[in-house]
């Protein structure tokens, strides 16, 4: 059984920065691209970033050079850096798991991937 568990949200004033954690088990991680996505209250869910097999990484344009995704194969961890936040970066954020060669959050809904965690909060204070 596939199992995503979240990590590392918390509150944060403007320019802050935060670390989100996701604990993979249950599959190969190899064989898995792996992303974030967030949703804030009354706002479209957005696919934040990306990490595939190759290591290569997308990021959406509104947090491309602020946060960083990587992953950790040996703690079959995924990872969120967060800097310079902003209250606009104030959502839930899930991890998210896919089978998949290659995902990007440019063409594809991260949020429809398979196998998808309980989130964590992150609030950003002006």
């Known amino acids: 059984q596939v199992q995503l568990v979240e990590s590392g949200g918390g509150s944060v004033q403007a320019g802050g920065s935060l670390r989100l954690s996701c604990a993979a088990s249950?599959?190969?991680?190899?064989?898995?691209?792996q992303g974030w996505f967030r949703q804030a209250p009354g706002k479209e869910r957005e696919g934040v970033a990306t990490?595939?097999?190759?290591?290569?990484?997308t990021y959406a344009d509104s947090v491309k050079g602020r946060f960083t995704i990587s992953k950790d194969y040996a703690k079959n961890t995924l990872y969120l850096q967060m800097n310079s936040l902003k209250p606009e970066d104030t959502a839930m954020y899930y991890c998210?798991?896919?089978?998949?060669?290659?995902?990007?959050?440019?063409?594809?809904?991260?949020?429809?991937?398979?196998?998808r965690g309980q989130g964590t909060q992150v609030t950003v204070s002006s």
């Open positions: 998210a798991a896919e089978p998949a060669t290659y995902c990007s959050v440019h063409h594809h809904l991260v949020w429809a991937y398979k196998y």
């Open positions: 990490i595939n097999r190759d290591g290569s990484t």
């Open positions: 249950g599959y190969t991680d190899s064989s898995y691209c």
